[in-house]
């Protein structure tokens, strides 16, 4: 795992995580650790009131993202984990980009048999309401921008499913984007390659993502593109191929359940692992129970309470004063 990387052991043993550990322990009296750093830096920016100075409160920022970057140090366990974790992003852009291509070859055959935009549109609009219209996710196929409002680790983990992550978590309103290009016939790479272009459907596209508007280059397959064109641009059916392996979410939950059952089967015989597992899930039956007890203890004392509250409140005139009434502020 990633606590055995040689990074997560160095940031161990420095001087920044020692200070942070120091300054953590006499400000709230626990020990420092990376849920506990996230939840302060969270609270914090926030506007809550956490006992932390600036200075604290930048060492915890700092040391929790180092903490994630060093955990995802683990060679090849680290893609791979990611890669099903970002599984159903990886499908959702595969979609979303396939159809919009798709609708842009759509329009552009339309066009190449003499109709203007105003017959395209109607021609799509007279589809969608025979119902004909093709069935593309979440109708976005047309669309020139599209906004997806994630966790910071969606995107870590995409990134490093794709191979173009630093292992860096995303700051926070951090924007990451995918920018598509229709190729010219002048670009470079398509004279040089003009038969696999032509026949490819999203080779006569191009993609960058930028993280914080500066590309992330290189992107993994894309090197002797940028060298021969001198740009940040890839074909691309790169990415496609790159998002190829995403799965539906439904599909996905399958994998994930049959993900886990492997890995479990496979340690069976490890009486740590099984112990571990089994003392979670004893302490989380525990909780639980106990959650309900407490629940239940305090839903009777409420309705004793709401129930002694009312027969008091009818019987009082009966008990203690029989000519008594309502007073009126009439």
Request: negative net charge; charged residues 20%.
């Amino acid at each position: 795992t990633g606590m055995q990387s040689e990074q997560y052991q160095q940031l161990m043993a420095s001087k920044l995580y020692a200070q942070t550990q120091q300054d953590w322990k006499a400000s709230t009296g626990m020990d420092f650790s990376y849920d506990n750093g996230q939840s302060a830096v969270l609270m914090y920016c926030a506007g809550m009131n956490v006992p932390l100075s600036w200075d604290q409160f930048l060492n915890v920022l700092n040391v929790s993202y180092a903490i994630r970057e060093a955990l995802l140090s683990n060679e090849q366990s680290s893609p791979e984990s990611c890669k099903l974790a970002a599984s159903p992003m990886a499908w959702l852009f595969r979609e979303l980009i396939s159809n919009h291509i798709l609708y842009l070859r759509q329009v552009q055959i339309m066009k190449a048999k003499g109709m203007n935009d105003e017959e395209i549109k109607a021609h799509f609009v007279t589809e969608e309401r025979e119902g004909r219209a093709p069935e593309y996710y979440l109708r976005g196929e047309r669309a020139q921008l599209i906004y997806h409002s994630v966790h910071d680790t969606s995107i870590l983990f995409l990134l490093e499913a794709l191979n173009i992550s630093n292992g860096r978590e995303p700051m926070f309103a951090e924007m990451l984007t995918l920018e598509i290009y229709e190729r010219s016939n002048s670009d470079p790479w398509y004279v040089y390659n003009i038969d696999q272009v032509t026949d490819e459907l999203f080779a006569n596209y191009l993609f960058r993502v930028t993280r914080k508007g500066k590309p992330l280059a290189p992107f993994p397959g894309c090197h002797e593109e940028y060298r021969y064109t001198n740009s940040s641009l890839c074909s691309l059916s790169v990415l496609m191929r790159a998002l190829d392996y995403g799965q539906e979410i439904k599909e996905w939950e399958h994998t994930c359940e049959n993900v886990t059952d492997s890995y479990f089967h496979t340690h069976k015989k490890d009486g740590t692992l099984k112990k571990k597992y089994q003392d979670e899930k004893e302490s989380t039956n525990g909780r639980h129970k106990n959650e309900f007890l407490a629940y239940l203890w305090t839903f009777m004392f409420g309705i004793s309470v709401g129930v002694g509250v009312t027969v008091f409140t009818n019987k009082y005139h009966s008990w203690f004063n029989k000519g008594w009434k309502y007073e009126t502020i009439l």
